[in-house]
């Protein structure tokens, strides 16, 4: 996982509707090689015009992570924004690193080349491998919603 606050400032995003083992792993990850963490929440708006289906409003999903960072890192440093585009923080020029999943690693790629534009530094980019189900498929929150798992990827049928 790399060295404990390596960067400064690292990103992390996400939806979070059902907090899943895939996005525990995010977030371990994530506060293992920073310093401060910022996480970015999908807005309600940025849900509907990327066309994700979540059963959960913004203001529910940022309690029940919030709940969750508080047991489970204490006095990490991290803050969590509400993010109404794919990259919001990740364009802060304070921000030196960004924690994605492999299958959200272009968003990474993207947001480097919208850095360079704009005359930043790229981030340094940490791919955490996907998460699979003890059936071997993918864990989602799509899975969850449709009861074929549950959020640790165990079976439910």
Request: hydrophobic residues 40%; aromatic residues 8%; positive net charge.
């Amino acid at each position: 996982m790399g060295k404990k606050g390596v960067f400064s400032q690292a990103v992390v995003g996400g939806t979070f509707d059902y907090i899943h083992i895939g996005h525990l792993t995010l977030l371990e990850y994530a506060f293992s090689v920073s310093k401060k963490l910022i996480i970015g929440i999908s807005s309600d708006f940025l849900v509907k015009e990327i066309g994700k289906k979540v059963e959960h409003n913004f203001q529910q999903r940022k309690r029940k992570l919030f709940e969750l960072i508080k047991k489970k890192y204490g006095r990490k440093r991290y803050r969590i924004v509400r993010l109404d585009d794919r990259f919001g923080p990740a364009l802060d020029p304070q921000t030196n690193a960004i924690i994605v999943s492999e299958e959200t690693e272009k968003v990474a790629n993207e947001c480097n080349k919208i850095r360079m534009a704009m005359g930043l530094k790229s981030l340094s980019k940490i791919v955490v491998p996907i998460v699979y189900a003890r059936d071997g498929e993918k864990i989602s929150a799509t899975r969850i919603r449709n009861k074929e798992i549950d959020v640790r990827g165990i079976s439910l049928a």
